[in-house]
């Protein structure tokens, strides 16, 4: 009964650390992303107009930023666009990245710096679903995850 032992040999969390840095970082680059438009928007713009759903109370922004738009805008914006960009022949990586980023942030039309905002965020979050897309993770949860995580600490902290 020669049971092969080697593949035990290998860390557990060989593979998986990779994908943990990189999700951090993506997370990371978020926050820093929200932040910066944050300060730029409250210090030389405070008049600006800002995402409507700030004005519903706590929970109903739990709800719609924290489950509704990760799953709604995940599908849309990374899973759709990107799965309509390959099938019509687009395999350009740098192309994958910004089209769906610029349909992102044009999604989010509260003010111009808003769309910024949100076309860098939509430049992350498009990394990370092609990344996962690349080494076999699921893309589409680990993107509404970021997604989940980035509102919900927009929610609560800033």
Aim: proline fraction near 4%; hydrophobic fraction near 50%; charged fraction near 10%.
């Amino acid at each position: 009964m020669g049971y092969e032992i080697a593949e035990y040999n290998k860390p557990a969390l060989a593979g998986n650390s990779k994908f943990a840095k990189v999700f951090l970082v993506c997370f990371v680059f978020s926050l820093c992303n929200g932040y910066l438009f944050d300060y730029i928007g409250s210090t030389f713009f405070p008049g600006l107009d800002g995402n409507p759903i700030d004005k519903e109370s706590v929970p109903e922004q739990l709800f719609l930023a924290c489950i509704v738009a990760p799953l709604i805008e995940t599908l849309i914006f990374q899973y759709a666009v990107i799965k309509l960009l390959k099938r019509i022949g687009i395999r350009n990586f740098y192309l994958l990245l910004t089209i769906p980023a610029v349909l992102f942030g044009l999604s989010h039309y509260y003010n111009p710096l808003y769309i910024m905002a949100m076309f860098i965020g939509g430049l992350i979050m498009n990394y990370l679903f092609l990344y996962c897309q690349a080494n076999g993770y699921k893309a589409f949860w680990w993107v509404a995850l970021l997604h989940c995580l980035y509102n919900l600490f927009g929610i609560l902290f800033v």
